[in-house]
């Protein structure tokens, strides 16, 4: 069934690239190449940027029209940054975590050995 779906999806698309014309094919192409580092993108932009994709566009919006201090903003970008940084840490300790149960004699023993201490921090007090 699958490999069925993905052959009609590549004849529609095929189907779907024939009918372009010249005409539209060439402006398509032209957009494509004029925004191959056609814009010159300084620390502000990137800074901008980061904090629109951390928080949001009216985040973004708020920073660009100075609705929030640049102070304001730079502490929050770190503290996304910092947040980011846990998150990747964590992810590693899974992988850690699965992988070494996964090599273990005893994978089920090994696995709820080295996550003893994180089930411990999920509890609610009661």
């Not at 800074?47 to 304001?72: C, H, M, N, P, T």
């Not at 080295?114 to 999920?122: F, V």
Request: contains cysteine.
């Amino acid at each position: 069934m699958e490999q069925k779906k993905k052959q009609t999806d590549a004849e529609e698309r095929q189907r779907l690239i024939d009918e372009i014309s010249a005409e539209d094919l060439a402006i398509v192409q032209e957009v494509q190449s004029s925004t191959k580092g056609a814009y010159p993108v300084d620390q502000e932009w990137m800074l901008l940027a980061e904090f629109g994709k951390a928080y949001g566009w009216q985040a973004y919006k708020d920073a660009r029209d100075d609705l929030i201090s640049v102070e304001e903003m730079l502490t929050l970008i770190e503290c996304n940054r910092k947040i980011e940084a846990s998150d990747m840490y964590k992810n590693a300790q899974a992988v850690l975590i699965g992988q070494g149960s996964a090599q273990s004699k005893t994978p089920s023993k090994t696995f709820k050995s080295l996550t003893k201490d994180i089930i411990k921090q999920t509890k609610v007090q009661e």
